[in-house]
């Protein structure tokens, strides 16, 4: 069973910082973009940052500068690095990542099951 698994959100203050991880795990031939999400209450989900497996980036214009996403090949995980928190990215976080389970095979969507992240003015 391929699984993504989120850990690190929590609750912090205004100007903190958190570091997310997400590990896939199971039976992975190749990972390809790996993408973390956000979504607030009564808001749509939305892209908060990417890499792909030649290490480009892209950031949300909102989180620029102050979040770092990286990722570990080697251990099929992707962080998000978080400085200077604000109450406005209080949201749950998904991580999402392009894999294929066998060489040569499709690439499909994979979903973690989100962490919560709250910030306290």
């Known amino acids: 069973q391929l699984q993504l698994v989120e850990s690190g959100g929590g609750l912090v203050q205004a100007g903190g910082s958190l570091r997310l991880s997400c590990a896939a795990s199971?039976?992975?031939?190749?990972?390809?973009?790996m993408t973390w999400y956000c979504q607030a209450p009564g808001k749509q989900r939305e892209l908060v940052a990417g890499i792909t497996d030649g290490g480009s980036t892209n950031y949300a214009d909102s989180v620029k500068g102050r979040f770092t996403i990286s990722r570990d090949n080697a251990k099929n995980t992707v962080y998000l690095q978080m400085n200077s928190l604000k109450p406005e990215d209080t949201a749950v976080y998904y991580c999402?990542?392009?894999?294929?389970?066998?060489?040569?095979?499709?690439?499909?969507?994979?979903w973690g099951q989100g962490t919560q992240v709250t910030v306290s003015s």
């Open positions: 199971g039976s992975i031939s190749s990972i390809r973009a």
């Open positions: 999402n990542a392009e894999i294929r389970r066998t060489y040569g095979g499709a690439w499909f969507d994979y």
